[in-house]
């Protein structure tokens, strides 16, 4: 197998898994209104700005810190944002939020 992808492979599934960390813990259940931020990275959805900025700042420090802790450079920036739609809901089951960032075509997700 490639190292490449396996490397890839690792590195979506370690950053998803601190998007996820980061809305555990800041899980909020009420908030109406969707909200947006934008990184240099990505373009966050989610049910408050607060939310929404924790998670695109936690996505892009995540990012950095592990291009740097498997390529020891960090990346150049996407040619466009990957989106992020933060659900939070008490129903979505487990109290697991669900992050998904769609990038060429391809879809990873997590829970």
Same mark, same amino acid.
């Given at each position: 197998m490639n190292c490449g992808r396996v490397i890839a492979r690792r590195w979506n599934r370690i950053w998803l898994a601190c998007l996820i960390a980061v809305l555990a813990c800041c899980w909020s259940a009420g908030a109406a209104?969707?909200?947006?931020?934008?990184t240099a990275n990505f373009l966050v959805d989610a049910p408050t700005e607060e939310l929404a900025r924790r998670i695109g700042d936690a996505a892009e420090h995540c990012r950095h810190t592990l291009a740097v802790?498997? =390529? *020891?450079?960090?990346? !150049? @920036?996407? /040619?466009?944002?990957?989106?992020? $739609?933060?659900q939070v809901a008490p129903h =979505? *089951?487990?109290?697991? !939020? @669900?992050? /998904?960032?769609s990038t060429?075509? $391809?879809?990873?997700?997590?829970?």
């Amino acid at each position: 197998m490639n190292c490449g992808r396996v490397i890839a492979r690792r590195w979506n599934r370690i950053w998803l898994a601190c998007l996820i960390a980061v809305l555990a813990c800041c899980w909020s259940a009420g908030a109406a209104h969707a909200a947006g931020y934008r990184t240099a990275n990505f373009l966050v959805d989610a049910p408050t700005e607060e939310l929404a900025r924790r998670i695109g700042d936690a996505a892009e420090h995540c990012r950095h810190t592990l291009a740097v802790e498997w =390529l *020891g450079r960090p990346l !150049p @920036r996407w /040619s466009r944002p990957c989106p992020i $739609k933060a659900q939070v809901a008490p129903h =979505l *089951g487990a109290g697991a !939020p @669900r992050v /998904s960032c769609s990038t060429k075509g $391809k879809s990873s997700t997590g829970r």
